[in-house]
């Protein structure tokens, strides 16, 4: 994600290997966390945003940017996929955004939504997450019988072993636990700002001592 690293080789601009630091018994996993730009990073695909972290571990990191909203209408989305839109919901459909997720998998469709119904490829989260990634789930959704709440994403974004370890050592980010409301609360230009009164942090004052510094 940062200017000179490759996120997909895990390799510098010269081509040679990032070496990931060790991992030991003190590592913390930051699934159901919020990544927070810092407002030093400029890099055009996570300049002032949010990101979701589904999954963390020793081999990397998965998530979602929750507050880049795309000119896609999820009506539209369903009716390129030749889903059919209920008539009751059509028009919710058609004023609620798909998401722009992330630089990877741009074709690949992520649905965050309320744990407690499965579809067929669903994979929870916590107790209050899932995240599903299959045509039932967007069936229902066009039936008006999907959840309740739910934020619907065209890519992710990724990191190799290591470099999110990194990118955070080297405050590229802030981190979070996740707020279930914040998530879905579709308040996109105010994302950031208060993902970041979670912490007790203002991003503006932020901003201006890295200008000073």
Request: net charge negative.
């Amino acid at each position: 994600m940062r200017k000179d690293t490759d996120h997909a080789s895990g390799k510098d601009h010269n081509g040679l290997a990032v070496s990931p630091p060790a991992f030991d018994a003190g590592t913390t996993w930051l699934e159901h966390h919020f990544l927070i730009a810092m407002p030093q990073l400029q890099d055009p695909n996570f300049h002032g945003t949010v990101t979701y972290l589904w999954k963390h571990d020793e081999h990397g990191a998965l998530g979602v940017v929750i507050n880049r909203p795309s000119s896609l209408p999820i009506a539209e989305m369903l009716e390129e996929l030749k889903i059919t839109v209920n008539d009751q919901v059509v028009d919710r459909l058609t004023l609620k955004r798909v998401l722009a997720g992330g630089p990877v998998e741009k074709n690949k469709g992520f649905i965050l939504h309320e744990a407690g119904n499965e579809w067929e490829y669903t994979l929870p989260i916590n107790d209050e997450i899932s995240m599903s990634m299959s045509r039932d789930i967007l069936q229902d959704i066009a039936n008006g019988a999907g959840p309740s709440r739910y934020i619907a994403a065209l890519g992710c974004a990724g990191w190799d072993a290591g470099q999110l370890e990194q990118e955070i050592s080297d405050n590229v980010w802030l981190t979070v636990p996740a707020d279930t409301a914040l998530l879905f609360s579709e308040n996109y230009d105010g994302m950031a700002d208060a993902a970041a009164k979670l912490l007790g942090v203002s991003l503006s004052q932020l901003a201006t001592l890295a200008g000073h510094s």
